[in-house]
T-cell receptor, first 113, second 109 residues
Framework: KAGVTQTPRYLIKTRGQQVTLSCSPI?????VSWYQQTPGQGLQFLFE???????NKGNFPGRFSGRQFSNSRSEMNVSTLELGDSALYLC????????????FGQGTRLTVV | KNEVEQSPQNLTAQEGEFITINCSYS?????LHWLQQHPGGGIVSLFM???GKKKHGRLIATINIQEKHSSLHITASHPRDSAVYIC???????????FGTGTSLTVIP
């Protein structure tokens, strides 16, 4: 059974650009959540999608957005990139929304220069 | 105040030692997760707990719901156990995680 796949693994962007990251969950999993990890702030919740609907959102500016497709694949988009957006972006998939184990992808390391 | 507090932040142990990492949380949870992160970033879920105790090989995780506290124990530690261990709780209002700051473990041969 394939794990959670995140693409790309590494990305370098310039300030002001926008970026789209992709997450393919484990087959059959319908919940996808996104996290940002930085050395200073640790892991922080971005948003959660279930059945193509955003169910929860963390405390991030509107530049961070996402969506989920009918096959449960999810994308997150960051517009007008800032240096502080440099981070490891992780997604996790789980079967349902509660009381189920989460499986993490390897992450996308974004560097903004 | 962080919803999840972990201790210690850093831990160095000799190979073979018994290791304990502690986690306290302040929010209502549906489950508590122990995660392992190796250099390079990939995160592996070690345990998901909602009560009692679980054991996988040399790893044991316990949770006390009343005291809002969990511990991760590693018996007979090995250098390959060197990693960052992260405690996370999934809230009882949905699939949102709150994370501890992690414990960086180094096991010396």
């Amino acid at each position: 059974k394939a794990g959670v796949t995140q693409t790309p693994r590494y990305l370098i962007k310039t300030r002001g650009q926008q970026v789209t990251l992709s997450c393919s969950p484990i087959s059959g999993h319908r919940s996808v959540s996104w996290y940002q990890q930085t050395p200073g702030q640790g892991l922080q919740f971005l948003f959660e999608y279930f059945s193509e609907t955003q169910r929860n959102k963390g405390n991030f500016p509107g530049r961070f957005s996402g969506r989920q497709f009918s096959n449960s694949r999810s994308e997150m988009n960051v517009s007008t990139l800032e240096l502080g957006d440099s981070a490891l972006y992780l997604c996790a998939s789980s079967l349902t929304r509660k009381n189920t184990e989460a499986f993490f992808g390897q992450g996308t390391r974004l560097t903004v220069v | 105040k962080n919803e999840v507090e972990q201790s210690p932040q850093n831990l160095t142990a000799q190979e073979g030692e018994f290791i304990t990492i502690n986690c306290s949380y302040s929010v209502g949870i549906s489950a508590l997760h122990w995660l392992q992160q190796h250099p390079g970033g990939g995160i592996v879920s070690l345990f998901m707990l909602s009560s009692g105790k679980k054991k996988h090989g040399r790893l044991i995780a316990t949770i006390n719901i009343q005291e809002k506290h969990s511990s991760l124990h590693i018996t007979a530690s090995h250098p390959r156990d060197s990693a960052v261990y992260i405690c996370a709780v999934s809230s009882n209002t949905g699939n949102q995680f709150y994370f501890g700051t992690g414990t960086s473990l180094t096991v010396i041969p």
